[in-house]
């Protein structure tokens, strides 16, 4: 009886567990397991030669037309690892474009990513913290939410790095880091504190469409070429306190509903703040002006005039 | 904070009045097809000619240009998916045909001389459109103001569209479309580099783009550089437009001008500027990795030989094929042929001419080739010819005016020669023979120089016309004249052009000519005639009839 019993169960389970096997997940190296319990990754000092992905394609679920999203319940750590194949967080395969969602905190300490790296349309649901990370492929954060706070704290970017379209809710701190190719925060949304302090943009910088809804510091950030900030819109502070542009700076069309610090900062080139609002009144503009400033329809106003 | 965008964005773009939006959560009885701007992207790409006319890469080019002047004011399509009958008619065209006349701003901003998007939507036939004006493809807009032209804002107005179906074409629309055409339209490659050199030369480049959100509620001269990847209508969305201009100073890597038509209230005044990158890798898009760009040469088309010319001074050199056809194993062919002089001078060898029997891609001559390749020159004794392989010689003859190569080298009325196709050649391809190949004779005549032995297309496999082909793919050439042709038949012959009623947009005679006179010129026609030799050493075949 219990042998008949244990054949039954053999000849039902069997398939079963054939079926399951093949349902394997494509996510690489051995984070699949953790990810599948919940349990947090952790890493350090790993090297990585092929390229890292969390992208299960089974796992994600239709989101959108085209659009699958997978979400990943695991806290994400790697201490000073090395990614020599890139890291991918997002997928584009056969028109389907797959993201993830972290509902966990996100630390990447002291990592290098070697070749580039892919984190578009990801949604963070927790802190992250890409600190003293060294970036040397493209570094694509497009159309990236961040619920909670941000560091890419003493950061660098050998290429280009895309942030358009990113709406980061909480506090984001990019203090001390390099960007040795374009950068882009086009159409970003920042609702609390942006901090791009003491920052080094060397090649084109933009910065349009932005909208601040806190304040904005870029006290001692340096922008060795072409800047925009046109379109966008500063509800709060903004501080340039000793910036320096080396080339020419756009804010046509800004809007500044908060106070604007220009202290000692140098500008060269031309500043263009044609069609732009000061709704503060005007700002104090910094002594000496090396720059050709273009203030077409700049407009002046106190707010408590509009009362 | 992002929810809160969601309502002023739907907002806008609804405000926009781009036609046809299909929203999931709303049934729409008038778009049957869903996220229809008005561009359908179902081009065959694969079976429209490449343009021939660019030399790619060149170092030349200005910092910007700027073709907007050249353009009719922005339009605005309202609410139907007219937009691929903008883009070509409106814009497209009427620039084209400006550009021409040298038309300046205040004319073009006249309806007398503005292309009407209503009459090419509406001549286009309902088969090959959505219903209630909603949306076509690039193809079929192109084929109607290539093949019937259209008329002008002035008399067809862009008001009570009604349903757009092509019953509603009144005659004084189609008799004035005539006057309005254009010659032919070719696809250009998605390179940053080639478009720039059309918009330099003042060629408009009309396109197809899959557009985001950002898009539709773009308001501002700055550079897009991304496309947002959630929709918040839930469609992504298929446009036409026309790139206008570029500057290489604009964004981080340069952009194009890219010219809607929704109105100025949309992006800047009309326009958005477009980064190079990302227009060609991202934002020019027809679906399934296509990429459809299109160009277009004013005038009207000619499926009639051009050789009008009732008199020929100089040298006038004129190939003649009387037959082309299988003879034995896969590849190996017999031609019957002669070249005439019909010219009032001697085609002397000292020339150093040549004739040649190519083939080239129905879609991409580009993708061209030697079939036979013969030189008149003095590098061997005078009045002899010397056969290299079965499909090349020399010659050092003099062919006199009213003379013919064959009775002058063979003393027969004709050559037949056997020879052998490349091996390399598969896939659709035209052949024709071209006497003074290289362009060493200045004459009057051009278009004579060309004798197509195919009417069409036809489809090779490995060098053979390949078995299982349907007649009308497979090649086999006979001449319906028998004989000696008559002068004035070998001037007016059908057979110079592979433009006919049923293929209106193949490659015309003088394209072909221009574009070997190029690869003349750079060295690369020498190049592949001596490799083509390298390939193909003394073997059986050559001239069957020879004395």
């Known amino acids: 009886m219990k042998s008949n019993l244990l054949f039954f169960l053999l000849l039902v389970l069997a398939p079963l567990a054939s079926c399951f096997s093949q349902k394997k997940p494509n996510t690489s190296n051995s984070f699949s397991q953790q990810i599948a319990k919940g349990e947090p990754v952790i890493a350090e000092q790993k090297e990585y030669k092929d390229v890292v992905s969390f992208i299960d394609i089974q796992q994600s679920i239709s989101e959108n037309e085209n659009v699958y999203r997978q979400s990943i319940q695991s806290a994400i750590v790697f201490k000073k690892c090395n990614f020599r194949k890139g890291f991918l967080a997002s997928l584009n395969n056969n028109n389907n474009n797959y993201f993830l969602t972290f509902t966990q905190p996100v630390l990447f300490d002291s990592c290098y990513f070697w070749e580039d790296t892919d984190f578009r349309g990801c949604d ?16 694509n954060f497009e159309e990236t939410e961040w619920t909670s706070n941000v560091w890419f704290l003493n950061c660098f970017f050998k290429k280009e790095v895309r942030f358009q379209n990113s709406f980061f809710n909480r506090k984001v701190n990019f203090f001390q880091c390099v960007y040795d190719d374009l950068c882009s925060f086009q159409s970003c949304f920042f609702n609390q504190d942006a901090q791009f302090s003491s920052v080094k943009f060397w090649k084109y910088t933009d910065f ?31 501080e340039f306190i000793n910036a320096t542009f080396k080339k020419n700076m756009e804010m046509k069309s800004c809007k500044f509903f908060g106070e604007v610090k220009f202290n000692k900062t140098e500008l060269n080139d031309v500043w263009d703040l044609g069609d732009a609002i000061f709704y503060m009144g005007k700002p104090d503009l910094p002594q000496p002006m090396n720059a050709v400033v273009k203030t077409q329809n700049v407009k002046y106003l106190k707010l408590e005039s509009l009362q | 904070m992002k929810k809160q965008l969601i309502i002023p964005i739907f ?323 017999v031609i019957s042929f002669n070249l005439y002089n019909i010219g009032n001078q001697t085609a002397s060898s000292s020339s150093n001419w040549d004739l040649y029997y190519i083939y080239y891609n129905a879609y991409d001559a580009n993708d061209y080739g030697i079939i036979t390749a013969d030189q008149f020159n003095t590098s061997i004794p005078a009045n002899t010819y010397q056969e290299q392989s079965s499909n090349q010689a ?42 003074d190949a290289n362009n060493k004779f200045d004459e009057s005549n051009e278009m004579n120089n060309l004798f197509y032995t195919t009417s069409a297309p036809k489809y090779f496999q490995y060098g053979a016309s390949a078995k299982g082909v349907s007649t009308d793919n497979k090649f086999s050439f006979k001449n319906d004249a028998a004989g000696k042709p008559a002068t004035e038949l070998i001037r007016k012959s059908p057979y110079r052009t592979a433009v006919t009623p049923t293929h209106p947009n193949a490659y015309r005679p003088d394209e072909i000519i221009s574009f070997l006179k190029r690869k003349n010129e750079s060295g690369e026609l020498r190049r592949k005639i001596a490799a083509y030799k390298a390939s193909n050493p003394q073997s059986k075949g050559g001239f069957l009839n020879k004395k």
């Open chain 1, 124 to 139: 963070f649901g927790s802190s992250v913290n890409f600190r003293n990370c060294m970036f040397y492929g493209k570094a």
């Open chain 1, 208 to 238: 349009s469409l932005c909208t601040f809804n806190a304040g904005v510091f870029y006290n001692y950030a340096q922008f060795f070429e072409h800047t925009l900030f046109n379109n966008s819109l500063f509800r709060d502070r903004a």
């Open chain 2, 11 to 333: 907002l806008s773009a609804l405000a926009i009045g781009a036609c046809n939006i299909k929203d999931d959560t709303k049934p729409d009885d008038n778009n049957n097809s869903p996220g229809n701007l008005g561009y359908t992207p179902d081009d065959n790409m694969s079976t429209i000619p490449t343009s021939t006319n660019v030399s790619f890469g060149s170092g030349n080019l200005p910092a910007s240009v700027d073709l907007v002047p050249k353009f009719p004011p922005i339009g605005d399509q309202g609410q139907y998916g007219t937009c691929v009958a903008w883009a070509v008619g409106y814009n497209m065209k009427t620039a084209i045909e400006g550009i021409e006349k040298n038309l300046s701003a205040q004319q073009l901003a006249s309806p007398n001389n503005q292309m009407s998007p209503r009459d090419l939507f509406t001549a286009i036939p309902d088969d090959k459109k959505g219903e209630n004006c909603n949306g076509t493809n690039f193809t079929f807009a192109l084929d109607v103001v290539q093949q019937r032209g259209v008329a002008t804002l002035q008399t067809a107005p862009y008001t009570s569209l009604g349903s757009c179906s092509s019953s509603g074409l009144q005659s004084n629309w189609t008799s004035e479309a005539g006057g309005h055409k254009i010659k032919s339209y070719r696809k250009i490659a998605a390179d940053v580099n080639t478009i720039k050199e059309y918009i330099s030369k003042k060629i408009p480049v009309v396109f197809g783009a899959k557009l985001a959100d950002n898009f539709m509620t773009w308001n501002s001269d700055n550079v897009l550089t991304s496309n947002t990847t959630y929709d918040q209508t839930g469609i992504h969305a298929y446009h036409a437009m026309v790139v206008g201009g570029y500057d290489d100073s604009k964004g981080p890597n340069g952009a194009f001008k890219v010219i809607n038509s929704w109105g100025q209230a949309w992006g800047s005044q009309g326009y958005i500027w477009v980064d190079y990158n990302f227009f060609v890798n991202t934002f020019c898009d027809g679906g399934d990795g296509q990429k459809p760009l299109f160009i277009a040469e004013n005038g009207a088309s000619d499926d009639t030989p051009p050789d009008d010319n009732p008199t020929s001074t100089g040298v006038d050199l004129a190939p003649w094929v009387f037959e082309d056809y299988n003879y034995d194993g896969y590849n190996e062919r």
């Open chain 2, 394 to 435: 020399i010659f050092n003859y003099d062919i006199p005016s009213g003379g013919d190569m064959a009775s002058t080298v063979f003393g027969t009325q004709y050559l037949q020669r056997l020879y052998y196709m490349p091996q390399n050649l598969s896939g659709y391809y035209y052949l024709v023979m071209i006497g």
